[in-house]
């Protein structure tokens, strides 16, 4: 929603990770891997990764990262990016464990066009298919119960850290994400509007 209204890609990790996994190459077997089992990929690949994103031509006047940076190292390294005059701001969006993990088992994905649905959602299919590709959605291996677990323990011992690193910044913004996505929307779009 963001990333529409303000015209900014969006870039997520995890579509980059799942892009270079399906490339099939020695590298994407090994971030295959890692994702499959709710791991971390190692720093190094997600800052050459993003970078080699950044610089394409549609991110010339910004963008949003998703899902990075991931640890301190990645922070910094890509403070290093920032042109002069370029502005930043970071998001934390507050939810609990037990709603991640409800939001993100309940999600299915189209493996043909990506698109991803949310089985609470009115919007889902009641076919239970691709509403583009008429194939059958499916819950990816990284949305699975026990890898969702495994992804939250290594978020509390890898990225909270990060968080620390963040809360002197006057760029870092915590936000409440327990309501409803429209409501969090609103309060992103104010302080983006007021930065
Ligand atoms: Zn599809």
Known sequence: MISQKYGWPRISTGDIFREAAEAGDERGLMIK???????????????????????????????????????????????????EGDQQLAFFIDITDQAILQRLTARRTCHECHSVFNGHNREYPKDGLCPKCRIPLIQRDDDKKEVISKRLEVYHSTTEPLLRYYKGMEYFYKVDGSGDPDTLFKKICDIIEAA
Do not use: M
């Open 33 to 83: 891997a890692r994702i499959d089992r709710g791991l971390l990929v190692d720093d190094h690949i997600v800052i050459s990764l993003v970078k080699a994103r950044i610089e394409r031509e549609d991110c010339q006047h910004g963008y949003i990262w998703d899902g990075f940076p991931r640890t301190i190292n990645q922070a910094e390294e890509s403070l290093k990016w920032c042109k």
